[in-house]
DNA sequence: GTATTTTTTAAAGAAATTGTTTAAAATAAG
DNA sequence: CTTATTTTAAACAATTTCTTTAAAAAATAC
């Protein structure tokens, strides 16, 4: 159904953070190749064509920044830059070298392959002046609406503030409607990956999320289904 | 029909344990080594390469935390790591120490099986570009369907909620329709490898399994058959 | 038809899971 | 630095589910 392929390269010094990537990105069928250091990286990065590059900036050798700057001298490839959380992360993006994105380490998984997404979507539009289907960034359900670009939520027209991690949760299960997640996969996804926290963590956010929407609507606080023995899942009920 | 015959290393200090898991997986054509401590493992693990290798983490001399770190320095083999209740398996999982994905013990043997065969299934997919989505876990029987990533069973288009146990056993049996199982069968297989309950356990969860499914229709619940003096199945009626 | 074996049913106590509350820890804002 | 917000964890309560037991019903064998 999709026409996806896309492919990446990523480059880390890390290797465990390789695998973490490369495994959620692949679910997304992109094609993955990896780097462990900047001149790899850059050597790969003029050989073959990517369609974007994952780059964490603090690299031994030839740091992130190096290798966008003298990539840039030949080509356009998207870059996507992997700051942690000291470094300047704002002067690594936009035109200083040549950044089209940065994502703050320790980042979640998912936020990744959203941002992935984003950038190639972005940047294939270029190319090719495709429906642009699948780009659309709101999740409408009876009685809730979430629009990821503005980051907001509403509940029959009511907007509903929801903190980070409530927002999160509530997306990512928006975004796999029906699907029952166990708590351990809602930690592993929503969560940034250096968190290994109690499960019952889940439990609380659920709790105060039922009731910021249950605020508003009762029907929306219960599209929020407890599996029990399994996990969550948003279901959408189809009469109402 | 499918191209098995995966090589897998099975780690745990526990003979019985072993034995079991291999029983099971040998079932699926999977071959199976054995290793008994640590060392024992890496060294196999490093000799050979193995399509999976499901690890115990507690184990006599180097544990599995260990084996798994050193094995990483040279290759990167999916790996399950076995926990105890415990045993902080959060920490485990993930990138901490490169753990691919993680089962809680007492397990049962199914849900090992059903672990083995998705961490095979996407590690394969870098190999071949299949498309992960075909993938329907829904069966759909007259009068009867199970959607296993909702968790969700419907009657006659009338959603019909089940306990765990209850939704499990049903699964169990339509994973195999009009194949007999004993009920000694059924408790090794759906409860997990510690239970050794009363055989009147599974008469009671049939029970209220057909109450539930009768409730709806009738010919639904009359689906699950008692084979007299051997067990229950899954019977489709051809002729409805 | 009666005896024997097996299954079904029902009910109650035990076990496990989830919901809720509260407080401490971490993070962000002023 | 102080304050406010958010996140996490722990403890307890409420709920749901599981298991066992025993009697009733059904199927089979003689």
New binding site residues.
């Given amino acids: 159904m999709e026409e996806k392929e896309a492919a990446i390269l990523l480059v880390d010094d890390e290797e465990r953070i390789r695998k973490l990537l490369k495994m959620y990105l692949e679910r997304e069928n992109y094609v993955i190749d990896e780097a462990g250091d900047g001149e790899t990286a850059l050597q790969k990065a003029l050989d073959k064509d990517y369609d974007l590059i994952l780059l964490d900036l603090m690299l031994p050798g030839m740091d992130g920044e190096e290798v966008c700057e003298k990539l840039r001298e030949y080509k356009a490839t998207p870059v996507i830059m992997l700051t942690a959380k000291g470094e300047e992360a704002n002067r690594v993006q936009g035109f200083e070298v040549g950044t089209d994105d940065y994502i703050v380490k320790p980042f979640s998984p998912r936020e990744v392959v959203l941002r992935v997404k984003a950038l190639l979507r972005r940047s294939s539009k270029t190319k090719f002046l495709e429906t642009e289907t699948t780009a659309t960034n709101v999740i409408v359900f009876p009685h809730l609406m979430i629009d990821h670009d503005a980051h907001r939520v509403k509940v029959d027209q009511h907007e509903v503030?929801?903190?980070?991690?409530?927002?999160?949760l509530l997306y990512y299960l928006a975004q796999n409607p029906d699907k029952v997640f166990s708590?351990e996969q809602l930690l592993k996804d929503v969560?940034?990956y250096e968190?290994?926290?109690?499960?019952?963590?889940v439990?609380?956010?659920?709790?105060?999320l039922?009731?910021k929407l249950n605020k508003v609507s009762e029907k929306a606080a219960e599209m929020i289904i407890?599996?029990?023995?399994?996990?969550?899942k948003i279901e959408v009920d189809s009469a109402t």
Same sequence: chains 1, 2.
């Avoid at 968190?195 to 963590?201: E, K, Q, W």
């Avoid at 439990?203 to 105060?208: A, F, G, L, N």
């Avoid at 407890?226 to 969550?232: I, L, Q, R």
């Fill in positions: 503030n929801l903190t980070p991690k409530e927002y999160e708590r969560w940034n968190f290994f926290g109690d499960l019952r963590t439990d609380t956010h659920v709790k105060r039922r009731e407890t599996v029990w023995g399994v996990g969550y």
